[in-house]
C-alpha cells in the first residue's frame, strides 16, 4: 500500500516563499516517478512539477520554472517541492503523486496515488 503524506501548505504574502513535503511509504521515491499537481478554484488540476525515479530527472510547468525546485532525500523517502517568489495565481491546493514507473507523464490519469492534498494561499 502506498501512502503519500503532504505538509507544508499555508497562507504567505506574495513573493515569499513556502517548501512542500511529501513523505512516502509503500515504495522507495528513487524507484518512481513523482509528481506536484494542483488545483485552483473552479480550474482542472495541473501538472506542476515531476520528478523520474530512475536518473532524478526533473520537469516543470512553464510559470514556475525558475522559482520553484523539486527535490528528494532518499533517506527520508520524501519529496520536497521549495517554491520561492510566490504569487497570488500560484493559490491552490497542491497534490503529491506516484506513479508504479519511473518516468514523468504530465497528466492526472497517469499518476497512481494521490496524497490528501495541502493549501497554499499567496496573498497580494
Known amino acids: 500500500q502506498v501512502q503519500l503524506v503532504e505538509s507544508g501548505g499555508g497562507l504567505v504574502q506574495a513573493g515569499g516563499s513556502l517548501r512542500l513535503s511529501c513523505a512516502v511509504s509503500?515504495?522507495?521515491?528513487?524507484?518512481?516517478?513523482m509528481g506536484w499537481f494542483r488545483q485552483a478554484p473552479g480550474k482542472e488540476h495541473e501538472f506542476v512539477a515531476g520528478i523520474s525515479g530512475s536518473g532524478g530527472r526533473t520537469y516543470y510547468l512553464e510559470s514556475v520554472k525558475g522559482r520553484f525546485t523539486l527535490s528528494r532525500d532518499n533517506a527520508k523517502n520524501t519529496v520536497y517541492l521549495q517554491m520561492n517568489s510566490l504569487k497570488p495565481e500560484d493559490t491552490a491546493i497542491y497534490y503529491c503523486?506516484?506513479?508504479?514507473?519511473?518516468?514523468?507523464?504530465?497528466?492526472?490519469?497517469?499518476?497512481?496515488?494521490w496524497g490528501q492534498g495541502t493549501q497554499v494561499t499567496v496573498s497580494s
Open positions: 509503500g515504495r522507495t521515491v528513487s524507484s518512481i516517478a
Open positions: 503523486t506516484a506513479r508504479e514507473n519511473s518516468g514523468v507523464r504530465f497528466g492526472v490519469r497517469d499518476y497512481d496515488y
